[in-house]
């Protein structure tokens, strides 16, 4: 595979930022999402479910193509499907991996609601079957993978308690699940496990959020010399290097050195050039979508200004001063609005405060 094949950047703004885009993208490889769940994750995982033969699944479904068009379409971060180790019961386990980056108390709801419309869909598509001799649904196991600066308590997120308050008889009417959460902030730079390539991508996220990503960087591709520099662990190395360049401050010749003690020759420079070019394509793009916004701003503020010196002749000069700073385009919005009602400029002139 040559460095023309790698796709690092997603210029596309609905893509999220990189730090969703790395995670989805990493954790969404079978052999770095085996080893979160097998080291990582509640051993029970481990123990029950085959993780050797997991299985990608669709991230999106339902939209307006589907005979459920009247419900929003469903994206999920990185699912599969898997069996139970269990002899006599080869089911099947649908895994929804979550990736988080800031705690969120209310993630089992946001879960709770993937895995039903998931198995609803897989019923609907199957004729909505009455009978369990008809049709198997998987298991639902939800995880959610956690490497935020914050502290999060919970091991272990709970649905019930999301609810600020339930009678202990009255929670057998609740619906209750658990989703086990991987938390990289409970696990030492020294004792990371699994394959190498998933020992980098652990503490590429571990130092992004402590500040030591840029300097760190050679030591975490190094990781990836004891592994086979096959086309999958390639487009590791390009994902790290790329979201190190987008979320560090990180010089390029850095990034260009730590590829090459991976990837040696010719073939190192391609990649770390095709690294650069990724990084510096979505600065432009965000630097184009920052200057649009500040050009619509700068549009809205000048249409609000023009309509009061219209209205009120004389207009202070603090009161133009006080609008031309402001940077909320609702806040705009709704000074506008108030504007149409006040019956002086002294009114407007006290909104402002």
């Not at 989805?24 to 085959?50: F, N, Q, S």
């Not at 699994?194 to 500040?211: I, L, N, Y």
């Not at 806040?331 to 002086?344: I, K």
Request: charged residues 25%; contains cysteine; glycine residues 6%.
């Amino acid at each position: 595979m040559t460095s023309d094949n790698f796709e690092f950047s997603p210029t596309d703004p609905k893509s999220g930022s990189p730090y969703d885009y790395f995670g989805r993208k990493t954790i969404g490889d079978p052999l770095i999402a085996a080893d979160l769940l097998r080291y990582y994750a509640d051993p029970v995982v481990a123990e029950h479910v085959d993780l050797d033969h997991l299985q990608a699944e669709p991230t999106h479904f339902f939209g307006p193509a589907h005979p459920l068009a009247g419900l929003k379409e469903v994206i999920l971060d990185v699912p599969y499907i898997a069996h139970l180790r269990d002899e006599a019961w080869k089911s099947e386990v649908l895994i929804i991996v979550e990736h988080k980056s800031s705690p969120n108390l209310f993630v089992p709801l946001q879960l709770g609601v993937q895995s039903i419309l998931s198995l609803y869909k897989r019923w609907t598509d199957a004729g909505r079957p009455s009978s369990r001799r008809k049709f198997h649904l998987p298991i639902p196991v939800m995880v959610v993978v956690y490497c935020g600066g914050e502290e999060w308590e919970d091991e272990i997120l709970c649905f019930q308690e999301i609810f600020e308050y339930i009678p202990e008889p009255f929670k057998r009417f609740v619906p209750q699940f658990y989703l086990p959460t991987v938390n990289f902030r409970r696990f030492d730079y020294a004792h990371l496990p699994g394959r190498p390539e998933t020992q980098a991508t652990v503490e590429t996220m571990k130092r992004a959020f402590d500040g030591t990503l840029a300097e760190c960087l050679p030591g975490v591709l190094g990781r990836l010399t004891v592994a086979p520099i096959d086309d999958r662990v390639r487009d590791i190395i390009g994902s790290i290097a790329w979201f190190s360049g987008c979320v560090a401050d990180i010089v390029p010749e850095r990034i260009v050195d730590a590829v090459m003690n991976v990837i040696k020759g010719k073939e190192g420079i391609e990649m770390a050039e095709t690294i650069q070019r990724g990084i510096f394509q979505r600065g432009k793009l965000e630097g184009k979508l920052e200057g649009k916004l500040e050009g619509e701003l700068e549009g809205q503020i000048k249409m609000l200004l023009a309509f009061i010196h219209a209205k009120f002749k004389s207009v202070p000069q603090h009161v133009t001063d006080d609008i031309g700073n402001m940077t909320d385009p609702i806040a705009l919005d709704s000074l506008a609005a108030l504007v149409a009602n006040c019956a002086s400029i002294d009114d407007v002139a006290d909104a402002l405060k």
